[in-house]
């Protein structure tokens, strides 16, 4: 066989099965974010309030003079709080470019001309943003609890507070999926990286601003559900057994984010297409 | 490489490094012939197939049948090809009709399908932020290659598009030709049974394109890859095809091999006269005779179903018409001709 026929040849290796395709994307998607040196910053950044508290329970447990700095079960939804903040820089960092960036370079039609649904591709996006999210609230959280109860040397705490198992757990899945969702409907309506940041800042701000502005108005926080990030925090206080911090009933907050999910799903749906029909 | 040379093998790729000629488990070992891409009956089968834009009908009741091996998608800007090729991707969702590609529902198994399709899209589309070994190695991963293989198959792939030297240079930096090259190689990284090639020209120079239609020729014939080749450069299609479907307005104008296409129902001849040729042209069209002016002066009249000398039957009219001609001699049917009397039948 002359050399340049071997130049393409048939492939008769394995080939993994269809439906996987995603996870291809997700661990490429990853890979190129922790390559990033302004990422291992960012994620610096992000797990300093993490060092803090375990600076804070190494103390309660280990001096009595400080034992004011006890944990309890508010630390928990406190430092989840905290970590509101380093949530939406991450969110903007990571996710504002996932699905523009694809529209820019016509990338989407690549994509969905391999074996893989629309579906997928967005669980191979999301799966990136949901990974690094969960990096920086449910990882700390849950390893607060772990540090807590080996510096406590007993599961006292954790037996005394079981339901902060399952309340980290949901309250952070409501933050990552509320975020990530969000941020991948407003990534799939435009191709520029930094406009998509600028619009969730804006989301994120001017809610904010919008509600707190009806509340100095109106002496009433009943409004709250014109923020996703206050409504978050309503459902927040509910998860984690307090008193919720505005006045809006909590089964009016968890609709507010379920529609929030529910409508960003249905703008992926939209337009995450192979291709774009101007009609 | 020029058309002229359709039956030389690309000689760039001699250039590939010494790796890529060693045979891994994966392949043929050296000296074994091509394993063959050819599928029993055909690649891909419309049926009444229809896709409506808003109130736009791209396509109107398509009905074609691609056989194995090269097939030219033919037809002017806005003929339905792309729309074609994207329903048969199931980017788009027919309003009515039946498409099979491979043997298979494109309904009910669009991820087998696309599993053993490569695509080569119009427009200019990378994956951003990645260089080509990369991009190519990631669209092999994609379509089901494990990692080591898709990396092995990417390099190998992008030396035989001719990106070898180019293959770790950042895709943004690319140039229209390379791009085409690049979009090429993602398409054939895993090894499909059939690959769409949109427009695989656009935009290339004279020795890019002649370059590409040469590696199409050799997928296509010598690497036993089939292929649809959609496009509205006819010498394109003529040069790597053996079989053309012809489309316009969204319908099948005709479809067949090129050469029975070109040859059987008739004879094309050229013809220049003097006197009033458009009087005359009239009569030639009356006379049931297809006429299409080209820019010199010389008409090509086809005469269909002509088993006698047209030339006789051409000068008996020039004659009882009184005019005088200047230049009559018999052409070899083009795909062009195949164009134009399609396009005009419809």
């Known amino acids: ?91 903007v960092y990571i996710g504002a470019g996932l699905i523009a960036n694809d529209r820019r370079a016509n990338a989407l039609q690549l994509y969905l001309s391999k074996p893989m649904t629309r579906a997928e591709y967005i669980a191979g996006k999301m799966a990136i943003l949901f990974l690094f999210l969960a990096s920086v609230t449910f990882a700390p959280a849950m390893l607060l609890l772990l540090v807590q109860t080996v510096f406590a040397g007993s599961f006292t705490f954790v037996r005394n507070n079981l339901y902060l198992l399952p309340a980290i757990t949901l309250f952070s899945l409501a933050q990552i999926l509320l975020a ?39 002496h009433q926080s009943t409004f709250a559900w014109l923020s996703p990030s206050a409504t978050l925090e309503v459902v927040g206080d509910i ?17 507010v984010i379920i529609v929030l999910i529910g409508g960003s799903l249905f703008i992926l749906d939209r337009r995450v297409r192979g291709v774009e029909i101007v009609t | 490489m020029g058309f002229a040379e359709r039956s030389n093998p690309d000689t760039r790729i001699l250039k590939q490094p010494l790796m890529t000629q060693f045979a891994t ?36 009741d398509v009905s074609a049948t691609f056989q194995p091996g090269a097939v030219g998608l033919l037809g002017p800007n806005g003929a339905g090809k792309s729309t074609l090729l994207k329903a048969l991707l199931g980017f788009v969702i027919p309003d009515q009709g039946k498409m099979t590609v491979l043997g298979l529902d494109v309904a009910t198994s669009p991820l087998e399908i696309r599993a053993r399709l490569g695509y080569m899209p119009e427009s200019d589309s990378h994956i951003p932020g990645m ?89 296509a014939h010598n690497k036993g890859v089939n292929l649809i080749l959609s496009s509205h450069l006819l010498p394109d299609v003529e ?37 009033d040729e458009s009087r005359f042209i009239g009569v030639l069209q009356g006379a049931g005779f297809d006429v299409k002016n080209t820019d010199d002066d010389v008409m090509r009249v086809f005469i269909p179903g002509s088993d006698a000398d047209g030339s006789q039957v051409l000068f008996d009219l020039a004659a009882r018409e009184r005019v005088q001609v200047r230049h009559l001699r018999p052409s070899v049917p083009t795909l062009e001709d195949v164009f134009a009397r399609a396009v005009g039948e419809q």
């Open chain 1, 1 to 91: 066989m002359p050399i340049h026929d071997q130049g393409y040849r048939r492939y008769g290796g394995t080939r993994s099965a269809i439906g996987t395709a995603w996870r291809v994307m997700t661990r490429a998607g990853v890979m190129s974010i922790i390559s990033k040196r302004q990422f291992i910053g960012l994620m610096l950044f992000a797990w300093a309030p993490f060092v803090v508290r375990v600076v804070q329970i190494y103390l309660a447990a280990n001096f009595s003079q400080a034992s004011f700095l006890q944990p309890k079960g508010e630390t928990f939804r406190e430092y989840l709080d905290q970590q509101g903040l380093i949530l939406f820089v991450m969110t």
């Open chain 2, 25 to 60: 488990p994966a392949s043929p070992a050296p000296g074994a012939a091509p394993q063959s891409h050819r599928v029993d009956g055909p690649v891909v089968q419309c049926d009444n197939l229809s896709v409506r834009y808003g109130k736009n009908l791209a396509l109107r």
């Open chain 2, 239 to 275: 040069f790597t095809c053996d079989h053309v479907v012809v489309m316009d307005k969204g319908t099948v104008a005709t479809f067949g091999p090129i050469e029975a296409l070109k040859g059987t129902h008739g004879r094309v001849y050229e013809l220049r006269v003097k006197g």
């Open chain 1, 180 to 218: 990530s969702t969000t941020m991948l409907a407003l990534s799939s309506l435009s191709k520029s990286s930094r406009f998509v940041g600028v619009m969730y800042a804006g989301l994120y701000f001017f809610t904010t601003a919008l509600f707190q502005a009806i509340r100095g108005i109106t």
């Open chain 2, 131 to 219: 260089n080509a070994v990369s991009f190519v190695g990631y669209c092999g991963q994609l379509s089901g290659l494990p990692p080591a293989d898709a990396m092995q198959r990417a390099h190998e792939v992008l030396y035989y598009v001719g990106l070898g030297e180019a293959r770790y240079r950042n895709l943004e930096t690319y140039s229209t030709g390379m791009k085409q090259r690049i979009k090429l190689a993602q398409a054939i990284v895993h090894d499909p049974d059939l690959l769409f090639l949109d427009e695989p020209t656009n935009g290339m120079d004279p020795k890019g394109r002649d370059e590409m239609l040469a590696l199409i020729y050799d997928l």
């Open chain 1, 239 to 255: 998860i984690f057994r307090l008193h919720p911090r505005y006045e809006l009933p909590p089964a009016i907050a968890a609709i």
